[in-house]
T-cell receptor, first 114, second 116 residues
Framework: GDSVTQMEGPVTLSEEAFLTINCTYTATGYPSLFWYVQYPGEGLQLLLKATKADDKGSNKGFEATYRKETTSFHLEKGSVQVSDSAVYFCALSDGGGSNYKLTFGKGTLLTVNP | GAGVSQSPRYKVAKRGQDVALRCDPISGHVSLFWYQQALGQGPEFLTYFQNEAQLDKSGLPSDRFFAERPEGSVSTLKIQRTQQEDSAVYLC??????????????FGQGTRLTVV
């Protein structure tokens, strides 16, 4: 079945550092890929998505590129802020009849210190 | 309301007790989803509604779990005879479209269920 493996946390960075959170996936067909973020005390929010190979999703300075050849969707940000502290989840939905269903990774806790 | 609302936010149940968790989706949203998130894990799919029709319940872990959305808006997830392994955060999400994630799914804050 479909699965998502993401970088184990927690990750602790200083403000303005470069961030990478690795995500790889296993899926049949052509999945759509997502990054969700959960800020403390809030619900999951969609951060960015990509629906086909070589697409780049971007939002709030975060980027991720859908790499079919390496089955990866790594999240990057050039300069993190304290306000980026949150749990980040990589997820996919398959391209077939269950495209409403999200399969999530375990999440990566990011803490950014001033 | 402005977002997906879940109640209660926290629920402590004694083992064997029945519980009911409520989800108020965003008004007009066709699709509604329930996920279960165990401690330290990502959310796992439980069930999917399109309006009042439950189109997929493949993720429900046992026949003790039951979900309904009788009028195509509010949904209730019921767990009968709760067991310790049911302890988790239960997330509800809704989206405006039917059967596709090309539109965004909006999540509630979840209900944290602790079975003692």
């Amino acid at each position: 079945g479909d699965s998502v493996t993401q970088m184990e946390g927690p990750v602790t960075l200083s403000e303005e550092a470069f961030l990478t959170i690795n995500c790889t996936y296993t899926a049949t067909g052509y999945p759509s890929l997502f990054w969700y973020v959960q800020y403390p005390g809030e619900g999951l929010q969609l951060l960015l998505k990509a629906t086909k190979a070589d697409d780049k999703g971007s939002n709030k300075g975060f980027e991720a590129t859908y790499r079919k050849e390496t089955t990866s969707f790594h999240l990057e940000k050039g300069s993190v802020q304290v306000s980026d502290s949150a749990v980040y989840f990589c997820a996919l939905s398959d391209g077939g009849g269950s495209n409403y269903k999200l399969t999530f990774g375990k999440g990566t806790l990011l803490t950014v210190n001033p | 309301g402005a977002g997906v609302s879940q109640s209660p936010r926290y629920k402590v149940a004694k083992r064997g007790q029945d519980v009911a968790l409520r989800c108020d989706p965003i008004s007009g949203h066709v699709s509604l989803f329930w996920y279960q998130q165990a401690l330290g894990q990502g959310p796992e799919f439980l069930t999917y509604f399109q309006n009042e029709a439950q189109l997929d319940k493949s993720g429900l872990p046992s026949d003790r779990f039951f979900a309904e959305r009788p009028e195509g808006s509010v949904s209730t997830l019921k767990i009968q005879r709760t067991q310790q392994e049911d302890s988790a955060v239960y997330l509800c999400a809704s989206s405006v479209a039917a059967g596709t994630l090309n539109t965004e799914a909006f999540f509630g804050q979840g209900t944290r269920l602790t079975v003692v």
